[in-house]
């Protein structure tokens, strides 16, 4: 079946380090690709996502690029604040199946 | 505008015991969902709802129960709770008109601990 691995975690950065979390992805047809991102105590909300190949998903200075031959979807960011601590996870999307990665666990130091 | 809602935050049950989650959500999505987050994993896809009369299994559906009678609520039903069912659970929602590939939105979880 369909399934997603990320980068395992945590990461630790300071602050105004780039960032790179890994993602790559296994799925039969031609799934839409997703970041969530998890606050402390919170529900998942939606970071950025692509639905097609070379598709650039970006939002809040992160950006992931929807890699069919590599079958990737890694999140960047330039220069990450210490409001960026979260758990992010990887998820992909078929018509009829939700897939997550097991996420990532960021924390930003000052 | 509230979004997802669920109920309870937080409860303790004893092996056997049945309960309810409830999930409303007042965004008029035809879509919602219901996911477990066990310590150190993703989440995982129990059942969902396609709209109001309308279920399908998920990934993990063994030992769960769902309906659909309103677009409004989707409520997760554990018959006999045992000790695996402690997990976190997310209700989720979304507009779509091509499956599960939109975005959906989460509502705050609902932590449960089965003993």
């Known amino acids: 079946g369909d399934s997603v691995t990320q980068m395992e975690g945590p990461v630790t950065l300071s602050e105004e380090a780039f960032l790179t979390i890994n993602c790559t992805y296994t799925?039969?047809?031609?799934?839409?690709l997703f970041w969530y991102v998890q606050y402390p105590g919170e529900g998942l909300q939606l970071l950025l996502k692509a639905t097609k190949a070379d598709d650039k998903g970006s939002n809040k200075g992160f950006e992931a690029t929807y890699r069919k031959e590599t079958t990737s979807f890694h999140l960047e960011k330039g220069s990450v604040q210490v409001s960026d601590s979260a758990v992010y996870f990887c998820?992909?999307?078929?018509?009829?199946?939700?897939?997550f990665g097991a996420g990532t666990r960021l924390t930003v130091k000052p | 505008n509230a979004g997802v809602t669920q109920t309870p935050k937080f409860r303790i049950l004893k092996i056997g015991q049945s309960m309810t989650l409830q999930c409303t959500q007042d965004?008029?999505?035809?879509?919602m969902y219901w996911y477990r987050q066990d310590p150190g994993m993703g989440l995982k896809l129990i059942y969902y709802s396609v709209g109001a009369g309308i279920t399908d299994k998920g990934e993990v559906p063994n030992g769960y129960n769902v309906s659909r009678s309103t677009t409004e609520d989707f409520p997760l039903r554990l018959e006999l709770a045992a000790p695996s069912q402690t997990s976190v659970y997310f209700c989720?929602?979304?507009?779509?008109?091509?499956?599960?590939?939109?975005?959906?939105?989460f509502g705050p979880g609902t932590r449960l601990l089965v003993l």
């Open positions: 989720a929602s979304s507009y779509s008109a091509q499956g599960l590939r939109e975005t959906q939105y």
């Open positions: 799925a039969t047809g031609y799934p839409s």
């Open positions: 998820a992909l999307s078929a018509s009829n199946d939700m897939r």
């Open positions: 965004m008029n999505h035809n879509y």
